[in-house]
């Protein structure tokens, strides 16, 4: 009776172990060294600021992230799956690709894509 509770008991043992080392971590007395505390991938130094404007396209480029993103999301169950859906599968995901190049090509357009 009482093997059936060894996964939860495991369960509990692992996450009491992860949240000491965790609170070890975030209280531990770590030094930064400048290296560590330098620009990164942004290119530019922190602002004093937090409310400076950012330029739109930062968040187009990133809904557009997202959205292509979910795109493949979508695409994997339904290729695994096309064989059970049919036609009427083909037809649905045939929309909701021609929905995304739609959109896709009418930002193109637009030159919100551009970085000038």
Do not use: H, Q
Not at 3 to 13: E, G, R, T
Not at 31 to 52: H, N, Q, T, V
Not at 61 to 79: G, H, K, M, Q
């Amino acid at each position: 009776m009482l093997a059936n509770y060894a996964p939860i008991l495991i369960f509990l043992v692992v996450a009491g172990a992860l949240s000491i080392v965790l609170l070890g971590f975030l209280f531990g007395s770590g030094s930064k060294d400048p290296e560590k505390l330098s620009a990164y991938e942004c290119g530019f130094e922190a602002f004093e600021d937090s409310r400076i404007r950012f330029d739109v396209r930062y968040y187009l480029v990133a809904i557009l992230f997202i959205i292509f993103d979910l795109e493949i999301a979508f695409l994997f169950p339904w290729a695994v799956s096309l064989d059970a859906i049919g036609r009427f599968g083909l037809a649905a995901m045939g929309i909701f690709l021609t929905v995304l190049v739609v959109g896709f090509v009418y930002e193109w357009r637009k030159g919100a894509l551009e970085w000038d």
